[in-house]
């Protein structure tokens, strides 16, 4: 089992949707990570967060160190936010992965 | 601006060659990591540095040697390589661990024949 894990793996969504992609991990970190992956490969921090919530425009994440569980949440979604979304634990565990797809 | 760079972004090359991956970052960061990334596996730590002359193997370092010799550069080495070892490979930096933003380059895809 990953100590890390994201749901779900793939998402489609019609633009303008709100989004929740969520990650579960199953150590004790003080911070989690967000990261953005474009096709091409690119990978983009978006959130870094120890408790409480960050938004950034559009995007929202949420993190509760007790319960050991993240969100990250996109308001009226658009089709470049089509990515992959990754969590990761401050001491670099990695989820798998998020593939959110955004269609006009 | 700063900026973290990989070279190069794509190699090919035989099993058993020796293989050096570069990354370079100008932000002065302490910290650096090297990740592999591979369909089902997601990004996976092979190596990281704390700092000059620190060097901390990850999950998956088998086959695999990093250096450190200054802050701007930890250069990943394969010393024979293998097909098992075909991937994308990510270089990142931070300037405090656990708690800083990371900063990727763009991918190093290495393919081994």
């Known amino acids: 089992k990953n100590e890390v894990e994201q749901s779900p793996q793939n998402l489609t969504a019609q633009e303008g949707e709100f989004i929740t992609i969520n990650c579960s991990y199953s150590?004790?970190?003080?911070?989690l990570h967000w990261l953005q992956q474009h096709p091409g490969g690119g990978i983009v921090s978006l959130f870094m967060l120890s408790s409480g919530k960050k938004k950034h425009g559009r995007l929202i994440a949420t993190i509760n160190i007790q319960e050991k569980h993240s969100s990250l949440h996109i308001t009226a979604s658009h089709p470049r936010d089509s990515a992959v979304y990754i969590c990761?634990?401050?001491?670099?565990?990695f989820g798998a992965g998020t593939r959110l797809t955004v269609k006009p | 601006d700063a900026e973290i760079t990989q070279s190069p972004r794509h190699k090919i090359t035989e099993t058993g060659r020796q293989v050096t991956l570069a990354c370079h970052q100008t932000w002065n960061h302490n910290n650096m990591f090297w990740y592999r990334q591979d369909l089902g596996h997601g990004l996976r730590l092979i190596h990281y540095?704390?700092?000059?002359?620190d060097t901390n193997k990850g999950e998956v370092s088998d086959g695999y040697s990093v250096s450190r010799s200054n802050t701007e550069d930890l250069p990943l080495t394969l010393e024979s390589a293998a097909s098992s070892q075909t991937s994308v490979y990510f270089c990142?930096?931070?300037?405090?661990w656990g708690s800083g933003e990371l900063f990727f380059g763009e991918g190093s895809r290495l393919t081994v024949l």
């Open positions: 150590v004790g970190i003080s911070a």
């Open positions: 990142a930096s931070s300037r405090t």
């Open positions: 990761a634990t401050a001491d670099m565990r």
């Open positions: 540095s704390y700092g000059v002359q």
